[in-house]
């Protein structure tokens, strides 16, 4: 019922900047949180960093200071600017959106998560 685009990803030198943005579409009440994952290679995913309607931000402890997530609620979408991109950042990453569902005539609303399919960074030099 929601659909998530991810765009943004690519080759990028050390030192560098990317902009990830993803853009949330479909039935749905609200949007509540809008994050970003990341999962490299042999790795588990792990929280980049999140924001709230509200817009408070929460980060990684590795990207703090280099990442900054940004949101716009009247267009359901979320941005990711990374700066001083490391070799370490390299792996995909994954939007992330907990959202309340459309109430129906005999159906409630209710908390759901949807995932995007994942943009690959890859921070070489």
């Known amino acids: 019922q929601v659909q998530l685009v991810e765009s943004g990803g690519g080759l990028v030198q050390p030192g560098g900047s990317l902009r990830l943005s993803c853009a949330a579409s479909?039935?749905?009440?609200?949007?509540?949180?809008m994050g970003w994952y990341r999962q490299a290679p042999g790795t588990e995913r792990e929280l980049v960093a999140v924001?709230?309607?509200?817009?408070?931000?929460n980060y990684a402890d590795s990207v703090k200071g280099r990442f900054t997530i940004s949101r716009d609620t009247a267009k359901n979408t979320v941005s990711l600017q990374m700066n001083s991109l490391k070799p370490e950042d390299t792996a995909v990453y994954y939007c992330?959106?907990?959202?309340?569902?459309?109430?129906?005539?005999?159906?409630?609303?209710?908390?759901?998560?949807?995932w995007g399919q994942g943009t690959l960074v890859t921070v070489s030099s």
């Open positions: 992330n959106v907990k959202y309340t569902t459309a109430r129906g005539a005999y159906v409630p609303s209710y908390l759901a998560v949807v």
């Open positions: 479909g039935t749905f009440f609200s949007i509540n949180d």
């Open positions: 924001i709230s309607r509200g817009g408070i931000t």
